[in-house]
């Protein structure tokens, strides 16, 4: 082995290294390349997620706006059925107070019923002591 077989082997080592090199720079920028079109589709898919949630979101406002309008309407709707039976109420209380009025009127009557009675029974008694001269009969 001569001075220029140690050249040609230090030459084709050198060249072996310069493809080793251009390779290995080779797949660096093919598994790059790859990395970005991934990074792009993961970048896309957040994008379409982004879309769906804001169409979603819209959706969700939409259906909440409706609860608060029946929300708003069954309160609306409480809020005159109280007044309908706070109005009830008094009628109520309306009606007991004749009640009672008429409750003292027929008491009031009743009194007068057991003192008529009383007044009769008397009249009664004191015509059966005038025994010859009136005489009441039973039917």
Do not use: W
């Not at 982004?50 to 969700?60: H, P």
């Amino acid at each position: 082995m001569d001075s220029s077989d140690v050249t040609k082997i230090e030459r084709m080592l050198i060249d072996f290294k310069d493809e080793i090199k251009g390779e290995f720079q080779h797949q660096l920028t093919v598994q790059r390349e790859d990395f970005q079109k991934q990074l792009a589709f993961v970048g896309e898919g957040f994008q379409m997620l982004s879309e769906k949630l804001d169409r979603v979101e819209v959706r969700l406002d939409g259906r909440i706006d409706c609860v608060v309008r029946k929300l708003d309407a069954v309160a609306a709707e409480a809020s005159a059925n109280t007044i309908a039976i706070q109005g009830l109420t008094h009628k109520v209380d309306d009606l007991a107070a004749e009640s009672r009025a008429h409750t003292v009127a027929i008491q009031g009557l009743t009194h007068k019923v057991d003192n008529l009675a009383a007044d009769l029974s008397a009249h009664r008694a004191d015509t059966e002591v005038h025994h010859p001269v009136y005489r009441i009969k039973e039917p």
